[in-house]
């Protein structure tokens, strides 16, 4: 257990879908992320929240819509998605963006 | 352009075995780590060494980190099956106005019983 969880650990979403991805952290941390780890690509940065606020927006497309309520909890709204969007979602904490990140499991996200 | 870039991209030893993985990287950092990501789960930190450390040790694992050469290099001595799994470098990077970790796209180990 790293003290990052996430839910759900798998979805089946059709594209006219409307879901949520949660995030929390048990760890006092100040940065939370939200990444996509596609098969055969490097890990992809999509959004840093640093105390509550959005400090990085990765050219993501809208239809992926974060959200974080409190440093403890993150959200990551996803609405109309396209079958290329199916990968493992990971969230991840830390102190400050640039100190050892914990991983919560990721969500294996399917888009059919 | 990649921050990190680990090599090999896949290595198969046998159990007992040392295994040995590098990472390459392109602009100055203050501190390199390493992650582990066992298949389909979320990444674990190993290790973080920083810019004004050349070595630095954790059980079964050295890292090595030579600032000259842009280079670092994570050992694992005396291999387990267990320690299969994706190993990743991630550098502190400068980019688009913030300080953010860019990870590289990891080298696949894989040890045989």
């Known amino acids: 257990e790293t003290g990052v969880t996430q839910t759900p650990r798998h979805l089946v979403m059709g594209m006219t879908n409307k879901k949520s991805l949660k995030c929390e952290q048990h760890l006092g941390h100040n940065a939370m992320y939200w990444y996509k780890q596609s098969a055969k690509k490097p890990l992809e940065l999509m959004f840093v929240?640093?105390?509550?606020?959005?400090?990085e927006n990765n050219s993501v497309p809208s239809r992926f819509s974060p959200e974080c309520p409190n440093s403890s909890h993150l959200f990551l709204h996803l609405h109309t998605l396209q079958p290329e969007d199916s990968a493992l979602y990971l969230c991840?904490?830390?102190?400050?963006?640039?100190?050892?990140?914990?991983f919560g499991p990721g969500t294996r996200l399917t888009v059919t | 352009s990649q921050q990190g870039e680990e090599d090999p991209q896949a290595l198969s030893i046998q159990e007992g075995e040392n295994a040995t993985m590098n990472c390459s990287y392109k602009?100055?950092?203050?501190?390199l780590q390493w992650y582990r990501q066992n298949s389909g789960r979320g990444l674990v930190h190993l290790i973080l060494?920083?810019?004004?450390?050349r070595e630095k040790h954790s059980g079964r694992l050295r890292v090595t980190l030579d600032t000259s050469k842009k280079s670092s290099s994570l050992l694992i001595t005396a291999s387990r099956a267990a320690d299969t799994a994706s190993y990743f470098c991630?550098?502190?990077?400068?980019?688009?106005?913030?300080?953010?970790?860019?990870f590289g796209k990891g080298t696949k180990l894989t040890v045989n019983p």
């Open positions: 991630a550098t502190d990077a400068f980019r688009s106005g913030s300080e953010k970790l860019v």
């Open positions: 060494i920083r810019s004004n450390e």
């Open positions: 929240y640093s105390l509550e606020e959005r400090v």
């Open positions: 602009t100055s950092i203050n501190n």
């Open positions: 991840a904490s830390s102190q400050d963006p640039v100190s050892e990140q914990y």
